[in-house]
């Protein structure tokens, strides 16, 4: 991959960075891995314990997915995140926008989150439990609540930083205090916003994943510990390949989304 | 009495616990209905500090600032203004973007399309309507913010070095451009600039700023011959003379600022935090 | 003046702090959900006195510290290189493009079996939860350099060797060092994880074994104690950071 010419824009280069993490020209290494990890288990030159080649791997999933209980693990972890991530968004947005109008919740939450962002939410399980039980409500709430800061983080920062002579130029032109809020500044910040959402996606996933470890029932992280309790790797990584796709089909679909919302903003190039 | 009445007006503001700053004091200028008038004046003198109190969007400590006989109370349609980085609506297209002003005040459907057409055609940007922000060049976004404003008919226009981010080529287009629109559609225009020969040119009189704290150094009067083409104009000796006379002040005026930001280290600027 | 102002930036936790004791003391949450703010204090101080938790800490930490640092030599490394031969990133970039969606904790019952349950374990879970980041964010930033820099430097005579370490290193350093960042706090989760899953020792195993030992107090104080390790060593690096970009123009 050559630099990109001199006069590329910042979003030109950006794209020919590690976007193409995400594209599909690698896939024919990745099928020339997959291929190397196969044949290199069957031959024993990896253990095939640790790591069972990639068709019997497929082999258990489809074993799995006949009982039908992959299925109800997956939807089990989807739904959690998405509900974490409506609850993150929902209660995140608001007070990130709220932050940046008012100096009195800026004063009182700018310090909470800033602690809070490096902190490991994770560490937080057993007060959720201790509060919550060990079912839905607490895993969906500690995801809700860890993804909550960087989403907060980004609204208000993004809410913070909308060109000034761009609200100015709204209140030039007669727009009231109420409508300045959703008509002009939220549209401006719009772009950050989503940036925030997109980097929680995954950690959503993540947190639920690991929150079904911890407590067992249904779920991919309940589904792995229990086959890991019988060293049913096949199927530990049958769980881990639901997980890792759900995560990449996540992110792909909110790319289309904010494509399609923000096909105004400068960063969406055409060929992307 | 004129359009735009400022009198005394000084403007001062913390910086932090310790120190303040005055950016403008007792500045005393009168733009009469109609006219030119361009604000020139070192950089930092608070040329646009004062452009945006006329606009309402920043309070005076001292003085007052009469339009039309009423104080100032805050942004208005009534005062179209211009920013040097055009400040579109990223999000809506051009047509939007003109639209704006007249879905706010609440214009019926068809006499605001219309408007809006007529205007851009005015501009000069027929056909590109659907086009966003993103994809248009300095000086076609700068036709779009014109449009917007006047879109409001306003009786005003505050312009803040509207083409300070154009090229050279570009710059010297829209100023005709502002001009021929300006002959179409008679408004009062203060009209903020550092370069000098962009106020000689476009202005009836030309206000010139001092360093900070600023106040009104000089007027000169650069009412010319319009009917004669740009070229000719500019080569004429009472435009040069003109210039020179206010580049002359401008050039004191800048020195004494450096002078001052020697002494008490660079203090920055209210508008640009 | 600067540090005055700093302390009083974090005034709002006093406030939490005393909406805490209140709201237990009057009644309004149940002391069994929620143990007075003073008593954790005190339970983390006895705690801190006996030795008990710096014990714990000292463990967490020795895991973290070994894991991380592995985490971002080799990563920087590694993704530095495949900025700059072409060679490298070819080769490494199925591998990378691969495992960056997979949830390492997920992994964490597979690891198990490989390892055994000790140190190692929360080590190696650390190392490969942060590694792929880190090396993506490296690549980023050698390859985001403004190769204006580079070529005034190849202008002045600077072969390819020098390049690297004179120029490219120095310029992508704010952004390496700034993916680092991200990297640490990422160990630190993934450390607080890999104990919940499956530790003796370490602060994390603590706080999860005080709760189901109903020691209430002390599963708070434990975890007020992770929460402040975190933000700990984040302010630290953050110090760390303003020390080696010094030259950097403040925007």
Not at chain 1, 60 to 74: D, F, S, T
Not at chain 2, 2 to 7: E, K, L, Q, T
Not at chain 2, 33 to 46: D, H, I, K, T, Y
Not at chain 2, 167 to 186: F, H, N, S
């Amino acid at each position: 991959m050559s630099a990109p010419p001199e006069n590329a824009s910042g979003a030109e280069r950006a794209n020919s960075r590690w976007g193409e993490i995400l594209s599909y020209r690698p896939i024919y290494s990745v099928l020339a891995l997959l291929i190397a990890w196969e044949v290199a288990s069957r031959l024993a030159l990896i253990n095939p314990y640790f790591l069972p080649p990639p068709s019997m791997v497929i082999e258990r999933a489809y074993q799995i997915l006949l009982g039908e209980k992959l299925l109800q693990h997956l939807a089990g972890t989807l739904l959690r995140s998405l509900a974490a991530l409506a609850l993150c968004i929902a209660m995140g947005v608001p007070l990130g926008v709220a932050m940046a109008r008012i100096a009195p919740v800026r004063w009182f939450f700018d310090p909470l989150i800033s602690l809070g962002l490096p902190v490991p939410k994770i560490a937080l399980w057993p007060i959720f439990v201790l509060w919550f039980g060990f079912f839905d409500t607490s895993k969906i709430l500690l995801t809700a609540f860890a993804c909550a800061f960087p989403v907060v983080s980004a609204t208000y920062l993004g809410t913070r930083n909308v060109d000034k002579f761009v609200v100015w130029s709204a209140l030039n032109l007669g727009t009231g205090p109420h409508r300045l809020l959703w008509k002009v500044v939220f549209r401006a910040a719009a772009p950050e916003i989503l940036t925030g959402i997109q980097t929680v996606l995954p950690i959503a996933i993540i947190i639920v994943v690991l929150t079904e470890m911890l407590s067992g029932g249904t779920g991919l992280g309940a589904m792995i510990m229990y086959a890991g309790r019988f060293a049913d790797i096949k199927t530990v990584l049958v769980g881990v390949l639901a997980a890792s796709l759900m995560g990449y089909a996540m992110i792909k679909l909110f790319e289309q989304l904010r494509r399609r919302l923000l096909a105004w903003h400068q960063e969406t190039s055409a060929t992307a | 009495m004129g359009a735009i009445d400022a009198v005394g007006v000084s403007k001062r503001y913390r910086l932090d616990r310790k120190r303040e700053v005055t950016a403008l004091e007792g500045v005393d200028l009168e733009v009469g209905q109609n006219e030119f008038v361009a604000l020139v004046g070192p950089s930092g003198c608070g040329k646009s500090t004062f452009l945006y109190m006329v606009g309402g969007f920043l309070e005076v400590s001292e003085g007052r600032i009469l339009v039309n006989g009423a104080p100032v109370r805050g942004p208005g349609p009534d005062r179209g203004i211009v920013f040097q980085h055009f400040a579109l609506f990223p999000w809506l297209t051009v047509r939007r973007n003109v639209l704006y002003g007249l879905e706010e005040r609440g214009v019926p459907l068809e006499e605001r399309q219309r408007v809006a057409r007529d205007l851009i055609t005015l501009v000069g940007l027929a056909g590109f309507e659907d086009v966003y922000p993103k994809q248009l060049s300095g000086g076609m976004k700068q036709r779009v913010a014109i449009a917007r404003t006047l879109a409001l008919d306003p009786e005003i226009l505050l312009m803040d070095e509207p083409f300070g981010a154009l090229d050279a080529q570009t710059r010297e287009m829209m100023q005709d451009e502002l001009l021929r629109i300006w002959g179409l559609r008679r408004k009062t225009v203060l009209f903020i600039t550092h370069d000098v020969r962009e106020a000689v040119y476009l202005a009836d009189r030309v206000a010139v700023m001092t360093a900070r704290p600023g106040k009104i150094k000089a007027l000169v009067d650069t009412r010319h011959d319009r009917s004669q083409n740009a070229a000719a104009l500019m080569a004429s000796p009472e435009f040069a003379r003109s210039v020179n006379e206010i580049w002359e002040i401008v050039r004191e005026e800048a020195l004494a600022a450096q002078r001052l930001e020697a002494r008490s280290g660079d203090l920055g600027s209210p508008s640009r935090p | 003046m600067t540090r005055l102002a700093a302390s009083g930036r974090y005034a709002p936790l006093l406030l939490v702090a005393a909406g805490w004791e209140l709201a237990v003391l009057s009644g309004a949450i149940s002391p069994n959900l929620l143990p007075r703010f003073s008593e954790v204090m005190a339970t983390l101080w006895d705690l801190l006195r006996s030795f008990e938790l710096p014990r714990e800490i000292g463990v967490s930490l020795l895991r973290q510290m070994i894991g991380f640092t592995l985490a971002v030599v080799i990563g920087v490394a590694v993704g530095v290189t495949m900025a700059r031969l072409r060679l490298v990133d070819r080769a490494l970039r199925p591998l990378v493009t691969l495992g960056y969606p997979v949830p390492v904790v997920a992994l964490f019952p597979v690891l198990v079996l490989m390892v055994g349950l000790d140190h190692r374990l929360q080590i190696i879970v650390i190392l490969l939860g942060s590694i792929l980041p880190t090396i993506v964010s490296s690549f980023n930033a050698a390859r985001g350099v403004d190769h204006y820099l580079v070529w005034s430097a190849r202008n002045l005579g600077t072969g390819s060797r020098r390049m690297l370490w004179k120029i490219v290193i120095p310029a992508a350093l704010p952004e390496i060092l700034s993916g680092i960042r991200t990297t640490l706090s990422l160990s630190f989760v993934l450390l607080v994880a890999a104990e919940q899953l499956g530790a003796d020792r370490g602060i994390g195993a603590f706080a999860l074994r005080a709760g189901q030992n109903g020691f209430y107090t002390g599963m708070f104080a434990a975890i007020l104690t992770i929460g402040l390790m975190g933000f700990a060593a984040d302010r630290l690096y953050l110090a760390l950071m303003r020390i080696l970009l010094r030259w950097q123009e403040q925007e």
